[in-house]
Structure formats: C-alpha cells, structure tokens
C-alpha cells in the first residue's frame, strides 16, 4: 500500500519536471481535451482498482461458510458482469467523442513541416508571397488555426508538440495535415516520436507561441536575405571556403542548397541541433567539427580539419545572421 502510494507521488512529482513538454500543461485546445480525457480515464481506473481491492480484502476476511452458492451466484453476475460492463460502456461513451476524425477546418497559416534525419524542414506558407524557409523552430500566432502539412524526406517520423495536440506520422511520399490552435503564448518543446534512426531521441524541436501580431511582424522580417551586418567576415569567408553552402542556405549568399537546414536566421533560434544544445558560440563550433558527437549518425560531415579558432569564426558568422 505505502509503496503504491509512493510510487504514484513520485510519477506525479517526475510528470510536473518538464512542463514545457508535457501533456498535462497544455497551451492548445487539442492537448485540453487530451489532458482532460486522461483525467477522467485517471479517475475511472482508480476507482475501479480501488473497489477491486476492496472486494479482495472483503472475500479474504469473509468467515467461511457464510455465502450460499445462490448468493455467490448473483454477487458473481452482478460484480463480474453487469457491474463491469456498465462501468466500461460508460467510459468508453464518454471517450468515443474523442477520437472522432475532426474536419479539417480551412486554416489561416499553413506551415510545411519535413522530418528528415535528424532535423526538421519548415516552411511558412501565408496566404500571400513566398514560402519562408527554417529549421527545428518553429513559431505560430496564438488564436489563429494552423494546418501543419507533415511529410518525411527520408524515413518515417512523428510530429508530436505535446502541450499543443496530438502526435501525428510523417511517412514518405504522404502528406498528413494536423489542423492546431495554440491559446497560451510561450516557448515549448516538441518531439520525433516515431524510433527514425540513430538519433531518433535527439530529435526535437522548439515551439514559439506569440501574440498574432508580434507574429506577423516576425514572419514579415523573416522574407528577404539574411540581414544585419556580417558578424565575422573571415567566418563567412570560411563558411564559403568549406563548401557549407553545399547542402546549406544563407539567403542572399552564393549558399543556396536544400540538403540540410536553411540558416538564414540561425542566430534568431534558441537551440542548436534540433532542441538538443543551447546555441551558444562554443557549442556551434563544436557542432560544426564533430557533428557526431552530438547526434550520431547525423548526415552532416565532420570538419576536423579546423581549428577551434576557425570553428569559432563559423560560428560567430552563423550566429550573426538574424
Ligand atoms: Cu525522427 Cu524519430
């Protein structure tokens, strides 16, 4: 009984460690009702457990001889079947509302989102102008519906932001749509939740929900080339030099490719490597000579062949483009 109990309080105390990623602190209408489905299936399956152990310790310490066999009979039908069935029905009633397939509302943002080994593509879709390209940020307005259009570019991943709605498969060559509105502004945490590889676990991503119009002015400032003036004008020379514009995208540089993530506004994102290391100076630099030591099997190639102080330089120019 003490164990019980003190197994329960520690998921209780370990669920509340996390609440930026965590279903049970939802900032979106989806995630509510998934929060609020798990509540009352809680309190269903405590109760039943509960009056389980109840009837154990009664038929244990019942004196023997007492119950007839017409007596159990009935007590049998009633507490194993009738009792049960009802008790069951009546949640899975009140659930079923649940998992009715919703439609698929028209949207006022459609935000493209392609799993890949280990990151995330993102493309930022408004009704009017061109698509705005990131990677492993993404920021929504709060109280407007989003449709995310989820595809994969190589093998299968899930597109989970618990505190918003929930998971949903990305499979190559398909494209899935989960329709979204955040209600609560705040940066979370998203998660693959599909086993993708290696590093399918360092696979996350960060989620900004902001005012609707701190949110179009973001996204206004988002079009156009990378901006502001170049941080480190030997790193941006390097970068060249290495050929990161190879599989990377600095808009308004000769680095144009789409392998891996756009970089333009790298310096805007509060994490590096897909959610996984606060992007700091030293961090990047690591990052960009021994990328395998932070996410095996990524497809980014290592640079040992620079210096700290050239990696550094990379990534002083990186962090400079916002
Ligand atoms: Cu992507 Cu797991």
């Not at 609440?19 to 809680?42: K, N, W, Y």
């Not at 994969?152 to 929930?166: E, M």
Request: aromatic fraction near 8%; charge should be positive; proline fraction near 6%.
């Amino acid at each position: 009984g003490e164990k019980f109990i003190a197994i329960m309080g520690l998921c209780w105390l370990l669920a509340g460690c996390n609440r930026h990623q965590s279903t049970l602190a939802p900032f979106g209408a989806d995630a509510e009702a998934i929060r609020h489905l798990f509540i009352v299936m809680l309190v269903g399956a405590v109760g039943i457990a509960g009056f389980v152990a109840w009837l154990m310790r009664r038929a244990v310490r019942a004196p023997v001889g007492e119950m007839t066999h017409r007596k159990g009979m009935r007590l049998v039908l009633w507490l194993g079947g009738i009792v049960p069935t009802v008790v069951l029905l009546g949640l899975l009633a009140y659930s079923l509302p649940y998992m009715r397939p919703r439609p698929v509302a028209p949207a006022d943002l459609r935000i493209a989102v392609d799993g890949e080994q280990f990151w995330w593509r993102v493309a930022y879709r408004a009704a009017d102008g061109a698509p705005v390209l990131s990677a492993n940020e993404i920021r929504i307005p709060v109280g407007r519906t989003v449709a995310f259009r989820l595809t994969a570019g190589d093998v299968v991943h899930s597109f989970w932001i618990p505190g918003l709605a929930g998971k949903m498969d990305m499979i190559p060559g398909r494209t899935n749509t989960l329709v979204v509105r955040a209600d609560r502004s705040g940066r979370y945490r998203g998660q693959c939740a599909e086993f993708c590889g290696l590093s399918h676990a360092l696979m996350a991503l960060d989620v900004v929900a902001m005012e609707p119009a701190a949110f179009d002015a973001w996204l206004e400032g988002q079009r156009g080339p990378a901006r502001g003036a170049v941080a480190d004008v030997a790193g941006a020379r390097l970068f060249a030099a290495q050929g990161c514009g190879g599989c990377h995208a600095v808009r308004g540089t000769a680095a144009a490719s789409r392998i891996g993530p756009d970089l333009s506004r790298f310096g805007q994102r509060a994490t590096l490597a897909a959610g996984i290391l606060p992007m700091t100076t030293a961090n990047v630099a690591g990052f960009i000579r021994h990328p395998q030591a932070t996410k095996p099997g990524v497809r980014m190639p290592a640079f040992p062949q620079l210096s700290d102080a050239e990696a550094m330089a990379i990534a002083r120019y990186l962090e400079g483009l916002k």
